[in-house]
């Protein structure tokens, strides 16, 4: 039997490869510190689960508007309101299953066959493959520590061809935490406005920024670039809702319809009781956020402090999320039992199997000199862990 092209060109997600590996050794007996993928690790909290509860027992348990429900697009609206201080109508909003759906859906409605996307690198695992199962092709535009791993203005407009349809941008970013201010946004704003391409802005992290960073998107910078922006957000990170499947986007009406259209033949709604619960997440009390973000804040700062104390490892400090992405290839080049490790993929294997450390190599997200680690987890666990890092890592000295 002959799979399609198109899955074929395709790599399974590598961060949710990695957590199903360390949950497998895990319930196998081994004791694994995983740090490899970016959920946190809080329970959803109360209200929220309440209000998903009340939906069954109303038997809100039914087809919705394929779209997502009025109730729901009204609270997007208002907190798009809120963080962006623009206007949607319902029919420019579209709830999908996850954020990756959403860009799923966009890939799928914009992208003809060799179209390209600007990707600047690192960059999450998904989107080169969401965007190779829409036939189209990523154009990865390098970006720098020096530059807090952000787009330089000119090198987008380097990139740009006459098949540009679309560049992504994902701030705070996964998986180097760093956040675009207001100033730097604006020339980007301005190229695309000039070059009529679309700017897909993954926010899914907006409300997880720490000490003096602020969040600003690129409509802040130019408000005018509505007519050619995707903004993407959803519940999972906010509220640790990641198992719910609740995305959700805005930008201009043709788009949205047309991916509306494309879920109508795919998934059709998003989960009924799941929307509920997001109408609960959106409209109510904000506390849970705020403890979490300040745990967050916390395990950021002992990262941080420890990871300073670890020979021949350099990192950008992340203003947001919750990884860090420090670079290791001071360590490529070491044995050990006689093997050689020549890149991340090597390293994340020795530690995996040394240190009984879970972690994603930096390959996956186009910077093979780096390894990422979530900090989604309890200050507890992150000490063990850097601890086995530590050791480890001497023993490659
Ligand atoms: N976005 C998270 C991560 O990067 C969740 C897993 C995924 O879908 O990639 O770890």
């Not at 992340?318 to 993929?345: D, E, H, R, V, W």
């Not at 879970?358 to 780096?370: H, I, K, M, T, W």
Request: aromatic residues 10%.
């Amino acid at each position: 039997m002959e799979l399609s092209k198109r899955v074929q060109s395709i790599k399974p997600s590598a961060t949710l490869s990695i957590n199903a590996r360390a949950k497998e050794l895990k319930a196998s007996g081994v004791e694994i510190i995983n740090f490899g993928v970016g959920e946190p690790d809080f329970p959803t909290p109360r209200h929220i689960k309440e209000a998903a509860v009340k939906a069954i027992h109303d038997n809100f348990t039914r087809y919705t508007p394929v779209g997502g429900i009025p109730e729901l697009k009204e609270a997007i609206i208002e907190q798009f309101k809120v963080d962006y201080g623009v206007s949607y109508e319902p029919g420019e909003i579209l709830v999908s299953c996850g954020g990756k759906h959403c860009i799923y859906n966009v890939m799928q409605a914009l992208l003809n066959e060799d179209d390209e996307v600007i990707v600047p690198a690192p960059y999450w695992v998904s989107y080169p493959d969401i965007i190779r199962l829409a036939g189209g092709r990523s154009i990865i535009v390098h970006t720098k520590e020096e530059d807090g791993f952000k787009l330089r203005p000119e090198k987008l407009e380097e990139a740009i061809t006459a098949r540009t349809k679309l560049l992504i941008l994902n701030s705070p970013s996964n998986p180097t935490g760093s956040v675009y201010t207001k100033e730097e946004l604006e020339p980007i704003a301005e190229i695309a406005i000039k070059h009529k391409i679309f700017v897909l802005t993954d926010d899914i992290y907006n409300k997880i920024v720490f000490d003096d960073a602020h969040w600003a998107s690129i409509i802040h910078a130019m408000p005018e670039v509505k007519d050619f922006t995707l903004l993407l957000n959803g519940v999972s990170k906010t509220y640790s809702m990641t198992g719910w499947r609740i995305g959700y986007m805005a930008g201009p009406d043709p788009i949205i319809s047309a991916c509306t259209k494309i879920q109508s033949q795919s998934t059709s709604n998003p989960n009924s009781i799941a929307q509920v619960a997001s109408v609960a997440a959106l409209k109510g009390p904000q506390d849970d956020v705020e403890r979490m973000v300040s745990a967050f804040a916390r395990r950021r700062e002992y990262f941080l402090n420890r990871l300073q104390q670890i020979k021949y490892v350099t990192f950008y400090p992340p203003q947001g999320a919750f990884y860090i992405f420090p670079n290791f290839s001071a360590y490529y080049g070491k044995k050990y039992n006689g093997q050689l490790i020549t890149n991340s993929l090597d390293l994340t294997s020795y530690l995996m199997e040394e240190a009984r450390i879970a972690l994603v190599p930096g390959s996956a997200f186009g910077d093979d000199r780096c390894l990422r680690f979530s900090f989604a987890t309890s200050l507890a666990t992150i000490e063990k862990g850097l601890d086995r890092l530590e050791e480890a890592l001497k023993r490659l000295l």
